[in-house]
């Protein structure tokens, strides 16, 4: 619980700082496909923590509480700064490779649905149907916005266009970061290891 909240702090405390430095922040942090050609590869992960406006830092402020309240049990055993992380430079990479128009971007809503599939995904394992029924409603809502695009009130409120694929490549990069996370488990239990074999040698 206290790691959840930790991580929890630790991210919005980045967003709040972020957002009180605007307009500069923006300059320095967010994802401009500009930038990031001329080796400002930190904006592939610093995109996330701006935000457009109050309401758009809000929205996404209160997804992360929820989200994270709503898996609690899943993100005591995964580290959910780690996973954020991840997801974070999944997602840009990706925006960077594939849609090389996209000339900037902002926003959390990517790792929350990321996040979200890491979740999904646990409860999957578990074979509950909490997690088949949420399962879904997450295929659906994805789905959705692809056909059909974004939420025109959403877009409203924090005066910017939603970019939807960046929830799509959220959502495979928190499946894959489930997938991935047996890999590195074997690999840090093997550094852990050698660890102690060099200790009890000394």
């Known amino acids: 619980m206290r790691s959840v909240l930790f991580n929890n702090a630790i991210i919005l405390t ?9 307009p500069d922040s923006h300059q320095w942090f967010a994802y401009y496909h500009s ?7 930190w904006r592939l992960l610093t995109a996330h923590i701006c935000h457009t406006n ?15 309240t709503l898996f609690l049990e899943t993100f005591k055993k995964i580290s959910l700064l780690a996973a954020s992380l991840f997801s974070a430079l999944f997602i840009s990479t990706c925006l960077f490779l594939l849609e090389p128009d996209l000339q900037w971007y902002v926003g959390l809503s990517g790792v929350l649905h990321a996040i979200f599939a890491i979740g999904v995904c646990d409860e999957l394992k578990k ?14 809502k994805i789905a959705f916005e692809q056909f059909n695009g974004p939420s025109l009130m959403t877009e409203s409120l924090i005066a910017a266009t939603v970019l939807v694929n960046a929830h799509l ?4 990069a928190g499946i894959l970061y489930f997938l991935m996370m047996p890999f590195w488990k074997k690999c840090s239990l093997r550094q852990n290891n050698a660890k102690n074999s060099v200790k009890s040698n000394k």
């Open 14 to 22: 980045l967003c709040l700082l972020v957002f009180f430095l605007q």
């Open 35 to 41: 930038g990031i050609e001329k080796g400002q590869w």
């Open 54 to 68: 109050g309401y758009h830092f809000l929205l996404n402020a209160v997804g992360l509480v929820v989200v994270s």
């Open 127 to 140: 074979a509950d149907k909490w997690g088949l029924i949420l399962a879904v409603g997450f295929l659906i």
């Open 169 to 172: 490549y959220g959502a495979i």
